[in-house]
């Protein structure tokens, strides 16, 4: 028997009736009660272990909000919707090509990113993903992520009309919006944060304010600092002498996710944006957003039902919206937020870290090590994959993994931050420590993408480095993800010194303006600017062109060469068992893979890249910086037993079971 303040499934579905509509048609309103009673009884179940049965009366405030957010929904976003539901995996394509971009640095604002469609059409987008636009301080928006306003947009950039607008036509341009949903924490100048410091009842707890030390001092015990240079602990003092929760910049409040008042509004805020045409939203700082005494405050297994529990509301008012999650942490804690129930997107800030370690040590392992060991994620889910992002780079792997290769984590580390800051012995890279100690040798690395990779330094191979970067985000499946600019090869831009804003945070170095000079060079063949987009433009249209890249299957493929990345993708080409293995050299020197290691491959294979057909069985040898896509059809054929005596074939894997190719 239900407690008083139970609310029965059956009893909340009966209110459902009073938010209908006198204009909602008879299929819109069954169609969302369709919906409520698949999705409802997994949300209820989700809020009673967050908050208790006795949070049910809000519960039913947030079942009559999506209920509402439906029927405001427009015609052509319901259309969407019913269309993806037809073709759930639609992000897994090969065809996926994502771009991010800050509006106003890449565009101006939303007009003129409209007027940028036609180049996204030229490049292939599907995918576009905006930097936080909406409203913030003007002096202390810490790049857009100290919001004001979710329902506003800042207003240099437009409207929130303007953003519909802009989802609208890059819908019928077959690109999905995507945008960033600060989950986290709110502005300080944020209307509930103003109502809170003024004693509203009603938005009293929709932050962690304290009245003195005692139970800051009592979470800083176990809750680590995350920018000790702009306050120490997790805390900031209010003029009135209370504590606020601030686990990042003293303006940036973090949000009390034990009121289920506050989940009820973020749920609000969430779908009124997908009602402007976003597709997808990203979960910031998701690991911070339950906070436990005695704990980090960090990856909680409340902040994945609270995940969840978003999941389900928005399977009730906007089917077709996708999570992505932004989880810069431990290896095993990044995939942990990877689920359809929970975000069936995310990052993969490990593979992004390894492909730069590979460029600086051209070597293969650790890159190698996690394709085998943590490429592998949930069905129905994808990764996104990058070169770089508009954040800086920290090395991200696991200590364990490193010491069974025999790698110390911690020197290694202080090794690849000198390297990526020029301050290494003939280094290529022309990176900028972020939070620096010079001391310790800590830091993290900003710049873009031809800095770090050494076109600032004028490195002959620098542009082979940015394709082979690339090369690698494009073939292991998911959604490949570029940082407009860098298929130009945008430099560092040193001018953010000079701005106060600015100048105490490096990462603004990696943030360059629209790089028109080097788009217009983009045609002329004797600039890098023509070298690396005409090289990303090859590598793109090939996988186009390559079913088997779809999907985010991988089977590994040692290629007994050190300086030699392998990996297989199995896949269908035409309804027939097909798969590619890609080879890539992180040398700047000639590198073999033999005969022995290709033994259980066929003879021959076409390259994919270079469109030519190549002999496989004495043998290949890698150009410097060099990449293979090989197709291998018809399917190779069971390996005989003396292939299966080759420890090291291909073939031998086939016969154990490892990275075996299909047959």
């Given at each position: ?10 009893r ?9 509509r ?16 698949t ?13 208790g ?11 009559l ?9 427009p ?11 037809m ?11 994502g ?42 928006s ?22 519909a607008?802009?989802a ?26 103003r ?17 003195d ?14 920018f ?12 009135d ?6 686990t990042?910049h003293?303006f940036q409040?973090?949000?009390?996710y034990?009121n ?8 609000g805020e969430?779908?009124?944006?997908a009602n ?11 690991a911070?957003?339950w ?19 978003f ?30 129930g929970?975000?069936?997107?995310s ?7 390894l ?20 490429h592998?994620i949930?069905?129905?889910t994808?990764?996104v ?45 022309r ?28 490195d002959?191979?620098a ?62 063949p ?34 007994n ?21 890609v ?10 893979i ?10 021959s ?17 890698l ?26 074939s291909p ?5 154990s ?7």
């Amino acid at each position: 028997m239900s407690s008083p303040h139970t609310l029965p499934h059956d009893r909340i579905r009966a209110e459902l009736p009073s938010a209908r509509r006198p204009t909602t048609s008879d299929a819109d309103w069954q169609s969302f009660q369709a919906r409520f009673d698949t999705e409802f009884p997994r949300l209820q179940a989700l809020f009673h272990r967050i908050y208790g049965p006795e949070a049910d009366g809000e519960l039913l405030q947030v079942a009559l909000d999506a209920a509402a957010s439906w029927q405001d929904r427009p015609e052509d976003l319901k259309a969407l919707d019913a269309s993806r539901a037809m073709a759930p995996l639609w992000f897994q394509s090969h065809r996926m090509l994502g771009g991010v971009c800050y509006v106003d640095l890449y565009a101006g604002d939303l007009a003129g990113l409209r007027a940028r469609i036609p180049y996204f059409r030229e490049l292939g987008l599907t995918y576009l993903h905006l930097m936080p636009l909406f409203r913030a301080p003007e002096e202390n928006s810490d790049g857009g992520y100290a919001v004001s306003s979710y329902r506003e947009v800042d207003p240099s950039l437009g409207t929130m009309d303007d953003l519909a607008g802009l989802a609208r036509e890059l819908r019928e341009d077959g690109v999905a919006l995507v945008v960033d949903f600060i989950f986290n924490h709110t502005s300080n100048e944020h209307e509930w944060a103003r109502r809170a410091v003024a004693g509203d009842p009603d938005y009293a707890d929709f932050y962690l304010i304290y009245p003195d030390r005692q139970m800051p001092d009592a979470y800083e015990r176990t809750v680590r600092e995350i920018f000790p240079d702009d306050h120490p602990g997790s805390f900031v003092p209010l003029e009135d002498g209370r504590w606020v929760w601030a686990t990042f910049h003293s303006f940036q409040w973090d949000l009390n996710y034990r009121n289920p008042r506050v989940f009820r509004a973020m749920a609000g805020e969430m779908l009124h944006l997908a009602n402007q045409g976003v597709d997808v939203i990203r979960m910031d700082a998701v690991a911070f957003i339950w906070k436990q005494l005695g704990t980090s405050c960090e990856s909680l297994p409340e902040a994945h039902l609270l995940l969840q529990a978003f999941n389900a509301v928005c399977r009730l008012a906007a089917p077709s919206l996708l999570f992505k999650s932004e989880a810069i942490v431990h290896p095993d804690e990044v995939v942990q937020y990877i689920d359809r129930g929970e975000c069936q997107l995310s990052y993969n800030p490990l593979q992004m870290a390894l492909i730069w370690n590979s460029l600086a040590t051209r070597e293969v392992s650790l890159l190698a090590q996690a394709l085998g060991r943590r490429h592998d994620i949930p069905e129905g889910t994808a990764w996104v994959n990058y070169v770089r992002s508009h954040d800086d780079i920290g090395w991200t792997f696991s200590d364990e993994d490193a010491a069974e290769l025999g790698i110390n984590g911690h020197d290694h580390r202080r090794f690849l931050n000198a390297f990526y800051v020029d301050r290494f012995p003939d280094s290529f890279a022309r990176g900028v420590p972020f939070q620096d100690n010079p001391r310790t040798g800590d830091c993290r690395i900003s710049g873009t993408t031809a800095s770090l990779a050494g076109l600032e330094a004028h490195d002959d191979a620098a542009v082979a480095r940015i394709l082979l970067a690339h090369s690698i985000i494009l073939s292991t499946g998911g959604i490949p993800l570029l940082y407009l600019g860098d298929e130009v090869g945008q430099l560092n831009d040193y001018s953010y010194a000079a701005d106060p804003a600015k100048a105490g945070d490096s990462r603004w170095v990696g943030r360059p303006t629209y790089p028109a000079d080097r788009y217009a060079a983009r045609t002329d063949p004797t600039t890098d600017a023509a070298a690396i987009y005409a090289g990303l433009q090859r590598l793109i249209t090939v996988r186009h062109q390559a079913p088997e890249l779809s999907g985010g299957r991988l089977v590994p493929f040692h290629t007994n060469n050190p300086h030699v990345l392998g990996y297989q993708r199995p896949g269908l080409l035409d309804g027939e068992e097909s798969t590619v293995v890609v080879v890539a050299n992180f040398a700047e020197t000639p590198q073999d893979i033999s005969a022995l290691t290709l033994s259980g491959l066929p003879e021959s294979a076409l390259d994919l890249v270079s469109g030519q057909s190549e002999l496989l069985r004495a043998g290949i040898t890698l150009e410097p910086l060099g990449i293979r896509w090989y197709r291998l059809q018809p399917p190779v054929p069971p390996a005989g037993p003396q292939a299966c005596r080759r420890e090291n074939s291909p073939a031998a894997r086939t016969c154990s079971g490892v990275g075996r190719i299909p047959v």
